[in-house]
């Protein structure tokens, strides 16, 4: 009869330890995840911020070449009037 108990008891113990590991494993697995997407939208977020100030940079050469050509028309235009 002591060995029936001793046997329920080991039984429970060991599916009270699997248990813990399981739910262990998944803790773990879901902190990586967490990990993992934090450093995606880092990433992200960074990839960003580059193409934000490439494309500022970009602005900055066509409005430049824009102010330029309508400088350039608006002299020809003038040049038009008085001949």
Request: net charge negative.
């Given at each position: 009869?002591?060995?029936?108990f001793?046997?329920?008891?080991?039984?429970?113990?060991t599916?009270?330890?699997?248990?813990a590991?399981?739910?262990?494993?998944?803790?773990?697995?879901?902190?990586?995840?967490?990990?993992?997407?934090?450093?995606?939208?880092?990433?992200?977020?960074?990839?960003?911020?580059?193409?934000?100030?490439?494309?500022?940079?970009?602005?900055v050469?066509?409005?430049?070449?824009?102010?330029?050509?309508?400088?350039?028309?608006?002299?020809?235009?003038?040049?038009?009037?008085?001949?």
């Amino acid at each position: 009869m002591v060995e029936i108990f001793a046997a329920i008891a080991g039984a429970s113990l060991t599916v009270a330890a699997t248990a813990a590991s399981g739910m262990t494993r998944r803790a773990n697995d879901g902190r990586d995840a967490v990990i993992r997407l934090t450093v995606a939208v880092d990433n992200v977020a960074s990839r960003l911020e580059v193409l934000h100030s490439d494309i500022k940079t970009r602005d900055v050469e066509v409005f430049s070449r824009l102010r330029d050509l309508e400088s350039a028309v608006a002299r020809l235009e003038g040049s038009n009037i008085h001949t």
